[in-house]
Every structure is written in C-alpha cells, then in structure tokens.
C-alpha cells in the first residue's frame, strides 16, 4: 500500500467537503476517484498534497504519516498532482515550464530572485519527460499559445518532472476533444506502467478502462470503492451517479 487515509475529513464552515475518506491506494495501480460536481474529489486532493489543512483524520504515505506537510514537502516525498486548473506559464516555452517546475521541485519553492533560466542544471531530466509523453515536437513553442489537448498533456509533464512515486491527476481529460482523450488514454496507461497513479475523472469510459480499482465519492462520503465491473454495478452508485441509465 503507498497510500492509506484514515477517516479525512474536510469541514468548510457548516459545510463538509470530505466526510470521513479512507482510501487504500495500491502500488502500481491506477486508482480512480469518481463522483458527481462538488462531491468532494478536488478537496480531497488538496489534503493529500497539503493545500489545505485537514480537518480530522491522518494520511500515510509509503507508511509515513505526512498530515499537516506542506505542498513542498509533500513533493519531496514524491507525491505529485496536476490541477484541475491550467497551471502554466503561458509566456514560457513548453521546455521552460518543463525545466521550472523540476527547478522548484528541487529548490522547495519558486525562488525568482535569480533568473531561473540562467540556471545550470542539466536538462536532460527534462527532456526525458517530454520524450515520455511524445511532445518533445513542441519543446520549444509557448506554453501560452498550444492547442488545449497539448496544454493538458504539458501539465502531466509538469506533474512529472517532480519525479513522483504517486501522481495525482485532477480530470486530465476535461475539454479535451474525443481524440486528445484517445491519447492521454494511451499516455496513462504508458505512465501507470511506472508508477502509481490517483486520477479524478469524469470520463466514464476512460475510468472504466484505465482503473485497477475506482473510489465514488458523493457529498464527500465514500459510497463504494472495488474493481469497474464492480463499481459498475453498484445498486446505489447508479442511482446516485449513474442516474441510474448506465
Ligand atoms: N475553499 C473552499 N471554501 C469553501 N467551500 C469550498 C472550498 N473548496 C471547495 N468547497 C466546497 O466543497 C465542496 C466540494 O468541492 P470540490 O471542489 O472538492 O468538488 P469536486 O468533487 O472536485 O467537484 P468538481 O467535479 O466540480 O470538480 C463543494 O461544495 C465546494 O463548493
Ligand atoms: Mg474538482
């Protein structure tokens, strides 16, 4: 097990996000998180990457507990994430973003005092990202003016970069057009071969054909987590999820 929540919780004001959350992420997995608008998934991410404090419960990681780390030490135990919420730098070429965010991995923060491109790291970490996902074409075009499909996949580099053991991908595919879907399919699958991968997603064919295993979140409870063909057949996911027609 890489990943284990005990009863999380995440109380804004009266209201609760995440209700009591226990997950068991297995190594080498991709594990699913599904569940209708406002469920709680994004909230749930913040707490395992340290966004947001929790309100109750413990997270461990590769057994350590790391509740209450913040983001940069939680990318130092190599936990990673995508946002569901571009996170470019669009002025910058796709390599520099690249290069950047391996840069703050290591520095543990942003650092602007010194111009971060005169650095003299090699980059070759970088590129090897890059050839990972197939866009070493585009390394040197501005982040700022690609196609949305490519900018999705820039961001998974991004995540990459950090090195990660567990990548937590927040709805890779959101906007993306049938064919990019096709392709960051393909990417994950190519991904989840390395390492262990968390993904929300809102995709049900994509969830059905990627996942080892799928959590369903709904009003921040958990109301089944097992296999697809499981979780597909699920009396109350249908009803609560599903609406009931799949
Ligand atoms: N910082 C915050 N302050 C107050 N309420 C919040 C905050 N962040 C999230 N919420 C609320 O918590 C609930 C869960 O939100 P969250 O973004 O985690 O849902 P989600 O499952 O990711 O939804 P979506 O599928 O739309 O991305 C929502 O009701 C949301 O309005
Ligand atoms: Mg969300």
Redesign the pocket.
């Known amino acids: 097990m890489i990943l284990r929540t005990d009863g999380v919780t ?1 109380r ?2 009266g ?1 609760t ?2 209700n009591k959350v226990t997950l068991r992420v297995e190594e080498g997995q991709i594990h699913s998180i599904i ?10 991410f ?1 707490m395992l990457t340290g966004e ?1 404090p929790v309100s109750d419960g413990e997270i461990y990681f590769r057994e350590k507990k790391v509740t209450g780390l913040k983001p940069y030490q939680i990318a130092k135990a190599r936990i990673g994430r995508s946002f ?1 919420q571009n996170k470019l730098f669009g002025n910058l070429t796709v390599l520099e973003n690249v290069r950047l965010a391996e840069h703050a991995h290591h520095r543990g923060h942003f650092n602007f005092t010194r111009h971060f491109l005169s650095f003299t790291e090699p980059v070759e970490k970088a590129w090897q990202v890059l050839e990972e996902l197939g866009i070493t074409d585009i390394a040197a075009k501005q982040a700022g003016e690609l196609p949305h499909g490519q900018q999705r996949t820039l961001e998974v580099a991004l995540a990459l970069a950090a090195d990660p053991l567990l990548l937590l991908l ?2 890779p595919t959101s906007g993306m057009s049938p064919d990019d879907s096709v392709r960051m399919v393909r990417l994950l699958r190519k991904i989840g071969k390395r390492l262990t991968m968390l993904v ?1 997603e ?1 995709n049900m064919n994509l969830v059905m054909s990627i996942s080892s295993v799928i959590t369903v ?1 709904q009003q ?1 409870t958990v109301i089944a987590c097992g296999k697809p063909s499981e979780v597909e057949k699920d009396k109350e996911v249908r009803k609560a999820y599903l609406g009931g027609h799949v």
């Open positions: 995440k804004f004001g209201l996000a995440v569940g209708p608008n406002g469920a709680g998934k994004t909230t749930l913040n947001i569901q927040d709805e929300i809102h979140l921040g």
